[in-house]
């Protein structure tokens, strides 16, 4: 009988012809996936783009309304209607005479900063007082003009606010280079017991931080404040340097109580919101785009709820930003500027204690001078001298004093709300340790 033959079994896969099997399903589902979560992000984008396109429509009726700026036309209206030119045309002609003496600029500083280093605390020989007054020769044509140049309440520098963010602004840097000018002549207006003239010196210094503060960004309102900065110095080495100087800067008081470092903050938010939205206008041309109105949203949003926080009926010191806003992915622009820009309301609180600082030690010695000692404790100054004892724009408790064996300081507890009694602190960075001090020291006091 004949065998049925045995079927042969066919060769197993092995795992290469697997994989080989498998490729185009995973290929099939990693298409439909990526077609899935494509169309989702497609739709999310349009839909936050429509809902930032309301928003912006929204905020921007909002703003108009409320009788604040966004257009470049609107922004002169505005900019031109609190600061009228006045005082610009004149500084402007000095601005080119300080532009053409560089060389003579740096020599001045050099001779200066190394006097303040050398003798911060003592009279200047003779010697070394010659070589500055020397230094400033060349600069005393500007010097006897800008009295004059200055005797208004605006400057009123004519801005291009076309520009948007990259508006120039030249005439910043000069207010600061004026202000050191004014207090190298104070410092030898002092040297000469001429301590009146020290204080007119001082304070046509200061109308030079109000000038450059007028222009609506945060950039002049730190320049002002750095202006201001400059004169505290001047005022801190005069009033160590000469004992018992007999006046108490009458000038330089009048003209700190003009400055208001709240409304100048509230002022650049205004301004930089405006320019801020005239740039991205300008950059994209189409705010319905759902890619440029989610970025124009969020950063209209932030900045319009800074400007609200920001109430002149409240002190700068109980002002409350917030928390930093949930931006999304799309929201670049908005990722890059805003943390810098919450950050400037500390640099605004800065000034705002260093102006609180100086006014407390002219009062301070204009109690010295009516009673010849120091007063224990800033209670002493409420007779007369102060009307109130300034808050710390810090912690919103009272500046501090102390009487030391040199003299006194006063001083705000600054970024780290700690007293540590009167110590600089090393940084102007958000984790630095230390206060913001107006010192004077004296031999024997």
Do not use: C
């Not at 020989?125 to 005393?140: G, N, S, T």
């Not at 003209?255 to 938010?269: G, M, Q, S, W």
């Not at 400037?344 to 030690?361: E, P």
């Amino acid at each position: 009988m004949l065998e049925t033959p045995q079927k042969i079994p066919e060769p197993l896969l092995d795992d290469s012809d697997r994989s080989r099997r498998r490729w185009p399903l995973i290929l099939f589902v990693a298409l439909s996936v990526a077609i899935i979560l494509g169309g989702g992000a497609v739709m999310w984008l349009l839909d936050l783009g429509d809902r930032s396109q309301r928003e912006v429509e929204v905020l921007t009726e909002r703003i108009r309304e409320a009788g604040e700026p966004l257009t470049a036309e609107e922004m002169d209206a505005w900019y031109t209607g609190y600061a009228p030119v006045q005082a610009a045309p004149a500084l402007e002609k000095l601005i080119a005479q300080w532009r053409d003496l560089a060389d003579e600029k740096g020599a001045a500083l050099d001779i200066w900063h190394a006097l303040s280093e050398s003798y911060p605390y003592s009279p200047i020989p003779l010697e070394d007082l010659e070589e500055l007054r020397a230094a400033l020769e060349p600069f005393e044509s500007i010097l006897a003009a800008l009295p004059d140049a200055a005797a208004h309440e605006y400057a009123g520098f004519p801005l291009d606010f076309e520009d948007g963010m990259e508006i120039a602004l030249p005439n910043l840097a000069p207010m600061r280079g004026f202000m050191r000018l004014l207090a190298m002549q104070a410092e030898l207006a002092a040297a000469r017991g001429a301590f009146d003239e020290a204080d007119r010196h001082l304070a046509l210094g200061l109308r030079m931080s109000r000038f450059a503060e007028e222009t609506p960004t945060i950039i002049g309102g730190l320049v002002g404040a750095a202006v201001r900065g400059v004169g505290s110095h001047a005022l801190e080495r005069i009033l160590s340097r000469y004992t018992l100087p007999p006046v108490a800067f009458p000038l330089v008081r009048q003209e700190l109580a003009t400055v208001d470092p709240a409304a100048n903050f509230r002022r650049a938010i205004i301004g930089e919101r405006a320019t801020t939205y005239i740039t991205m206008i300008g950059l994209y041309h189409d705010p319905a785009n759902p890619m440029i109105a989610s970025n124009i949203a969020p950063m209209l949003r932030e900045y319009t709820r800074i400007v609200d926080a920001a109430r002149l009926d409240v002190p700068i010191e109980d002002w409350d930003l917030g928390p930093p806003p949930n931006l999304t992915i799309v929201a670049v622009l908005p990722d890059i500027l805003l943390p810098a820009m919450r950050r400037t309301l500390m640099a605004f609180r800065r000034d705002a204690a260093g102006i609180r600082s100086v006014q407390i030690a002219l009062a301070v010695e204009a109690y010295r001078l009516d009673r010849g000692v120091l007063p224990d404790t800033l209670d002493a100054l409420l007779d007369g001298y102060l009307e109130a004892i300034p808050t710390d724009p810090f912690d919103g408790e009272p500046m501090r004093y102390r009487v030391l064996e040199d003299g006194y300081v006063i001083y705000s507890v600054y970024i780290d709300g700690v007293d540590h009694g009167g110590e600089k602190a090393e940084s102007h960075r958000e984790d630095s340790v230390g206060d913001w001090p107006f010192r004077v020291r004296r031999a024997g006091q």
